[in-house]
């Protein structure tokens, strides 16, 4: 259940907090948005999403309150929310005015312990083109969530996007990693997908475990001949993936490792 919202640093109950129709970022997706973890109370970095807001909105050329500001939006929903996701949403309204800013903290989305990934093509991905939007997190999420759905329907929990040369980019709303001979690897932030934060914590875990790391360009066929495979995301945290398209996998002891690096990580920073 989805506690009271802050709405433009107004506390409103969550029946109560609308956004105009008029709004730029109803009609046309024109904002901005973070989404992170709160454990205990504690949102999980909330610094660095917080900085990554700021580049998005950057980028679109939104104003953001003061960054104590937000900080203290968020905290406040984390606290309230306990155990949670923290939404932030910054939409455009009509060019004129200030932004509206919604904060709001919801239950945590039931996870599958594995994932099933379709691989798909994602021409539309920032990757495919040059943009300037490239790496923000835009409210524009009608390809991602097109893509979930296509694989929703064809039997898998999620997909697997790939650019126009076949090469292996993220998830709809994660960052795709795997194993190799003990290696992990995963795609080089350079191909214009997300700087995903629970992607960054993981490769922290993975240099502390002295995991060998390898960032490039990567094809579908290095995927799946891998050893194993794992997703990382705010929600979904390090977890690991049985299937990519007809290829299946088990739970290997690296993943293992780096999901319970992360969970050890995330009780050091929230307690």
């Known amino acids: 259940m989805t506690s009271d919202v802050i709405l433009d640093g107004e506390l409103v109950p969550a029946e109560e907090a609308t956004v105009s129709v ?12 973070e989404a992170m973890r709160s454990y205990g109370g504690v949102a999980f970095r909330a610094d660095q999403h ?22 203290g939006w968020i905290r406040d929903r984390a606290e309230t ?3 949670a996701v923290v939404r932030v949403f910054v939409s455009a309204t009509d060019f004129e005015s200030d932004p509206r800013i919604v904060v709001f903290a919801e239950d945590i989305p039931e996870v599958p312990p594995v994932l099933r990934l379709l691989p798909l093509g994602a021409p539309w991905h920032p990757a495919s083109r ?12 009608a390809p991602n969530l097109a893509a979930t ?13 790939l650019d126009a040369d076949g090469f292996v980019l993220e998830g709809p709303t994660y960052s795709v990693g795997w194993v190799s001979d003990g290696s992990m690897r995963t795609p080089a932030l350079g191909q214009g997908i997300l700087g995903s934060i629970t992607r960054e914590a993981t490769l922290e875990v993975a240099a502390g475990a002295s ?20 997703v990382m995301s705010t929600v979904r945290e390090v977890r690991p993936v049985i299937a990519v398209g007809d290829t299946s996998f088990d739970t290997g ?19």
Request: net charge negative.
């Open 149 to 161: 759905r296509h694989a929703v329907a064809d039997g898998f929990h999620d997909a697997l996007l």
């Open 211 to 230: 995991v060998e790391v390898q960032e490039d360009r990567f094809k579908l066929d290095d995927v799946l001949s891998a050893d194993e495979v794992f």
């Open 81 to 83: 929310g306990g155990d």
């Open 130 to 141: 040059d943009t300037e939007l490239a790496g923000a997190k835009t409210m524009s999420y």
């Open 50 to 71: 917080l900085a990554r807001l700021a580049s998005s909105a950057a980028a679109l050329g939104l104003a953001l309150p003061a960054t104590e500001t937000l900080a």
């Open 253 to 271: 002891p690296v993943t293992e490792q780096l999901a319970t690096g992360f969970r050890r990580l995330v009780v050091a920073e929230t307690t």
């Open 22 to 33: 008029f709004d730029v970022g109803y009609q046309r997706g024109f904002g901005c948005f």
